[in-house]
């Protein structure tokens, strides 16, 4: 489905009696954005398979916050999730476009500034708690390590995004610890935290299904496997979750990292999905994150009433 609406508007804005058309673009929530101060790679790599056409990498950090807001404008995206490693870089992110919204990285549970954190809760710098990325240093998220991170998150009401996957990438991370059941003793412990799951915890679809069926607070988003796997793959996890009952609760996210035309690629991926109904991609694209972060009326109505362009 695309994202354009086109209306005609008869000649109510006093133009004539010519039809004017206006194309309305529907808003759109990233839920998995990330800040880079430096840029780790210059490799342009060429995702999803087939490649059609290899991702241009920002050439440094201040042209990848150009290119990603560029995206955003030309997408509609009206908020972003953002997290990165480099906390007075998140904020100047966040400084130069409220669209962001700031999200608390954690990745060592024992480096963590609590006083600081508190204060930035307390005074509503922090929107989100995560990206959790600890099981990269080797911890499962039911770690007794970051329960804290988790009570903190539940006290304040703050959604928390947790990195959950079955990739490795690293020897830290051993497979099993990417398992989302280990999330079921978190929820236990914090009935009331908001969570949402990257990638839907891909490629554990059975257990993200359970987890979610027993868990109806749980989330997940689409986000690095939008892209980086192959299309299919993508496409054949997304319909067993939305098989399964689940498309009012799987979010759109790009993860863009340092390149930013993934967020062009990962919504093709979900408009290109044909089992999915118009309903599901709204859903999917705004209303489950509208929910989800609790978006007042107001701002819904404004999202929505955002004209794109005004042409013939
Ligand atoms: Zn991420």
């Known amino acids: 489905m695309k994202q354009l609406i086109t209306?005609?508007?008869?000649?109510?804005?006093?133009?004539?009696?010519?039809?004017?058309?206006?194309?309305?673009?529907?808003?759109?929530?990233?839920?998995?954005?990330?800040?880079?101060?430096?840029?780790?790679?210059?490799?342009?790599?060429?995702?999803?398979?087939?490649?059609?056409?290899?991702?241009?990498?920002?050439?440094?950090?201040?042209?990848?916050?150009?290119?990603?807001?560029?995206?955003?404008?030309?997408?509609?995206?009206?908020?972003?999730?953002?997290?990165?490693?480099?906390?007075?870089?998140?904020?100047?992110?966040?400084?130069?476009?409220?669209?962001?919204?700031?999200?608390?990285?954690?990745?060592?549970?024992?480096?963590?500034?609590?006083?600081?954190?508190?204060?930035?809760?307390?005074?509503?710098?922090?929107?989100?708690?995560?990206?959790?990325?600890?099981?990269?240093?080797?911890?499962?998220?039911?770690?007794?390590?970051?329960?804290?991170?988790?009570?903190?998150?539940?006290?304040?009401?703050?959604?928390?995004?947790?990195?959950?996957?079955?990739?490795?990438?690293?020897?830290?991370?051993?497979?099993?610890?990417?398992?989302?059941?280990?999330?079921?003793?978190?929820?236990?412990?914090?009935?009331?935290l908001r969570l949402y799951v990257e990638n839907a915890a891909w490629p554990f679809g059975d257990e993200m299904i359970a987890l979610m069926y027993t868990n109806p607070n749980v989330y997940a988003d689409l986000s690095t496997i939008s892209w980086i796997i192959p299309r299919t793959t993508f496409h054949s996890y997304l319909r067993k979750l939305v098989d399964a009952g689940l498309s009012d609760r799987l979010m759109f996210g790009s993860d863009q990292m340092i390149w930013p035309e993934s967020i062009d690629i990962a919504i093709d991926a979900i408009n290109s999905a044909d089992f999915l109904s118009d309903k599901q991609k709204r859903d999917i694209f705004y209303n489950n994150a509208a929910r989800f972060l609790k978006l007042s009326q107001e701002d819904i109505d404004k999202h929505h009433n955002r004209i794109k362009a005004t042409s013939d």
């Open 7 to 192: 209306i005609g508007l008869l000649s109510i804005l006093g133009l004539s009696s010519k039809i004017v058309s206006a194309q309305i673009q529907l808003p759109i929530i990233d839920m998995h954005l990330h800040s880079y101060g430096e840029i780790w790679s210059k490799e342009r790599y060429c995702f999803p398979e087939p490649c059609e056409k290899a991702q241009t990498v920002a050439s440094d950090g201040a042209q990848l916050l150009s290119l990603t807001i560029e995206q955003m404008d030309k997408q509609n995206i009206v908020l972003g999730v953002l997290s990165g490693h480099d906390y007075e870089l998140n904020t100047t992110w966040v400084d130069v476009d409220p669209r962001f919204l700031f999200g608390y990285l954690v990745y060592e549970p024992d480096e963590i500034d609590l006083e600081h954190l508190n204060e930035d809760i307390e005074e509503r710098k922090i929107k989100i708690m995560g990206e959790i990325t600890s099981q990269y240093k080797g911890y499962s998220m039911n770690d007794p390590k970051l329960d804290t991170v988790f009570s903190i998150a539940e006290a304040n009401d703050l959604p928390v995004l947790v990195h959950c996957a079955g990739l490795g990438g690293s020897s830290h991370f051993p497979i099993e610890k990417g398992n989302p059941v280990s999330l079921n003793d978190v929820i236990r412990k914090h009935p009331k």
